[in-house]
């Protein structure tokens, strides 16, 4: 397990996806920013109003996106010369590359959550927003981390199915949609686009009650679970398609 | 070693859309051996291979590697097992050195093996170049570095000249021709090349569309490659008959009449028998079959090239 993550990292190094991962948060942040500075008549409760401003683009649409965008990278390396040969001819079990992508892509996109929450910290300073920054912010954006890992497990498994770089990421939208709709519907619990929504607090900043809370980490738990193994399963009971 | 062989699979068969790409093939490769699986491009080479790694599972028929049911001890061999399958595999974005790094991480090879690699198929002035700028020949040199990275017991190597001009062709054929001795490791490796496999292999089995035709080792393929004796007469119709007349089994082929293998007694004797019944001997001649011969036989199609 170790020793697949260890070699995942190597394959990512030197790779352009970095960039990537950090131009996404600027974007949905400044689109936020924009957005809370033009209606700033309307959005009065500081810190808070700012954060339905950036975590809205954020937590709606672009970390969706780039979550699909970091598994498709990782398994586009894999699919790149016929290299599932090589990794799935190597004595390390299919469960730890899977558990070893899973870690990568949540490595990467812990950084880019970091960013954005630093980045939305120096954004409020700048608005010179009253009070301190809410402590909570950081407590939703790990919740955010946590069903992105959801989103992740299920991206993946698209992704290693699919040779196409776009078409798992276009799923990954109607995905969005899909989890927007059953998030109004209240039955968000029930798909991990709308977990998203839940942990970030994106729509409603209310909080969780700890019955909430429990439910929600059980939810993503169960669909990281679910999803590896449908991925799992797959890859090994059927054929390597390589050409 | 133990006495069980490398590699032993039986009734092998791969069924693609009712038709069988692989067709009962029972493949057996002895320790030491450089095996050499030969056949038209298309005649199943790659699926049998790629089969023995577990990459794609069989319709019917079971694989034995090192003695074990690879269905059941299928990380163990591996373990065991190095491997280039089609072409070569590599992360081009990474340096030769850098794709090395990445299989030793997932073989937990020793880091010294990455140095010996290289230098083995000679790319340690380039491995600080990225992947992607190699040449094909490079590539694959690399790709056999990364199969030989932990010194494995079997080695399976899927057309492994492909690519390369005849200098590297020479250097590669060596290089497998030293395994065996130097690191103990048994070889198998497929071609299209006849002439490939005669100069490397000392086993080889023959597949064409998806058959195994013929498995031995290389000296008994020569073997059979018999000589024909030829008479060429001025009366092949009465020489016939009257050869056929003495318990002889000539076979008629315009003034010709051909006989497999004769000792050299036999030759004279026939010899004898037509200038007795006044028939001109115009020519007697040996005609040896060539590998080559044996290989259209068997495979009834022209080599591809």
Known sequence: MIRSIRAEWLKIRRSRIVPVLAVLPVVSLLVGCINFYFNRTVLQNGWYSLWTQVSLFYGEFFLPVLIAICCAFVCRLEHNNRNWNMVLTSPLSVTSLFAAKLFIVGALILAAQTFFVLMYGASGRLFALP???PMEIVAWSLRGWFASLSIASLQLGLSIRIRSFAAPIGIGLCAVFLGLGMYVLKIGMLFPHSLLTIGMGVL????????????????NGLFVL???VWSIRRMKNEDVVSS | MSASPIVETRGLTKTYGGSNRVNQVGLTVEAGQIYGFLGPNGAGKTTTLKMLLGLIKPTAGSIKVFGKDLAKHRPDILNRTGSLIESPSYYGHLTGLENMRVMQRMRNAPARNIDKALQIVRLENQ??????QYSLGMKQRLGIAMSLLAFPELLILDEPTNGLDPAGIGEIRELIK?????YGITVLLSSHLLSEIEQIATSVGIISDGRLLYQGTMRSLRASAKASIRFQTADPARAEAVLLERGYLPVAQGNRLTFDYLRDEEVSRINRILVEQDIPVIRIEERKKSLEDIFLDLTGKERSL
């Open chain 1, 204 to 219: 409603s900043q209310k909080g969780l009650t700890p019955a909430e809370n429990g439910a929600f980490l059980f939810m």
């Open chain 1, 131 to 133: 009070g301190g920054f």
């Open chain 2, 127 to 132: 491995k600080h170049k990225k992947a992607d």
């Open chain 1, 226 to 228: 679910l999803f590896a």
């Open chain 2, 178 to 182: 030293s395994l065996p001795d130097q």
